[in-house]
């Protein structure tokens, strides 16, 4: 299954759930996207060539994380640019979230073991602006 979620025409996550399944390459992103994010499944024997590729000079305007949940549950609260509270949603052992826009904010509601990948460098504090997150009793969850 895959989750969407958007704030003003713009979308702030994009929610693979472990159970997604399909045949072939599926991208989730536009070719004009800061990241490339595909789901593949091939059968056994199938040969990817060889490849390297090629310096390309790119222009990244926002830092854009993908999340990969290998263990655990997590509660992901999304917040548009402006940080104001948009929604939440419960990431699982296998999930993977894709967060191009907007805000976010994690509570882990169980033990959690996860990768983060995003671009870099990374600048540290200047990387980020971080505010208060919405309290327990205003959360909404959209499952």
Same mark, same amino acid.
């Given at each position: 299954m895959i989750k969407t979620f958007f704030h003003k025409d713009k979308q702030i996550a994009?929610?693979?759930?472990?159970?997604?399944?399909?045949?072939?390459i599926k991208f989730f992103t536009e070719n004009d996207s800061s990241w490339q994010l595909?789901?593949?499944?091939?059968?056994?024997?199938?040969?990817?060539?060889?490849h390297v590729h090629n310096v390309i000079e790119r222009k990244v305007y926002y830092t854009q994380e993908v999340l990969i949940i290998k263990k655990g549950k997590l509660r992901l609260d999304l917040y548009s640019q402006d940080?104001?509270?948009?929604?939440?949603?419960?990431?699982?052992?296998?999930?993977?979230?894709?967060? %191009? #826009?907007? +805000?976010?904010?994690? /509570?882990?509601?169980?033990?959690?073991?996860?990768?983060?990948?995003?671009?870099? %460098? #990374?600048? +540290?504090?200047?990387? /980020?602006?971080?505010?208060d997150e919405i309290s327990d009793d205003r959360v909404i969850i959209n499952e």
């Amino acid at each position: 299954m895959i989750k969407t979620f958007f704030h003003k025409d713009k979308q702030i996550a994009l929610i693979i759930k472990n159970s997604y399944e399909n045949d072939g390459i599926k991208f989730f992103t536009e070719n004009d996207s800061s990241w490339q994010l595909a789901y593949m499944k091939h059968p056994k024997n199938t040969v990817i060539k060889a490849h390297v590729h090629n310096v390309i000079e790119r222009k990244v305007y926002y830092t854009q994380e993908v999340l990969i949940i290998k263990k655990g549950k997590l509660r992901l609260d999304l917040y548009s640019q402006d940080k104001e509270y948009l929604e939440s949603t419960i990431l699982e052992a296998g999930d993977i979230a894709f967060l %191009p #826009y907007g +805000g976010h904010g994690l /509570k882990c509601l169980e033990d959690v073991s996860m990768i983060e990948v995003k671009q870099g %460098p #990374y600048l +540290g504090e200047q990387d /980020k602006v971080r505010f208060d997150e919405i309290s327990d009793d205003r959360v909404i969850i959209n499952e």
